[in-house]
């Protein structure tokens, strides 16, 4: 954990953590993590033959909704998402502590975003069921509100 991390190193050094040390990539997962690498907002560094880019590629899935084909993807997704917040929490815990302004602000932001599903730049309406998905989409198309 560094002061100055980018999105892109903060979900890298999630996706190292020890906790989904156990986490391999099967054969017949390839083909799905590759086509789920390119619908993620965020880029992934690592080919998605590696377990850490694996990690990453289904956190980003999670806060996406997007849907999963395989079985042992969606129960390692589950794996995933029910250690994200915590993980999250705890970097977050200690940029705090470290006083480390830029990576506590970035690690709270993801932390948020993994509770709600929402990612940062999507209208709070979001993480509403009710909320059809073509009206979100328009006012995040016309707004110039950061959400």
């Given amino acids: 954990l560094r002061p100055n991390m980018s999105d892109i190193e903060l979900l890298r050094l999630f996706s190292l953590s020890g906790e989904f040390a156990h986490i391999t990539v099967r054969e017949d997962e390839k083909l799905e993590l590759v086509k789920l690498s390119q619908k993620v907002p965020i880029p992934v560094k690592e080919s998605p033959g590696e377990p850490s880019a694996k990690v990453n590629i289904l956190l980003q899935a999670y806060i996406s909704k997007l849907n999963l084909e395989g079985f042992a ?28 302004s830029e990576i506590t602000k970035l690690t709270l932001d993801f932390a948020n975003m993994i509770a ?32």
């Fill in 73 to 100: 993807l969606v129960s390692d997704m589950a794996f995933v998402q029910q250690s994200a917040a915590r993980i999250m929490r705890a970097l977050f815990e200690i940029a705090l502590k470290r006083k480390w």
């Fill in 116 to 147: 709600s599903r929402v990612w940062k730049s999507q209208s709070p309406l979001r993480q509403f069921p009710g909320v059809p998905d073509i009206v979100s989409r328009k006012l995040e198309r016309k707004s110039d509100i950061e959400w």
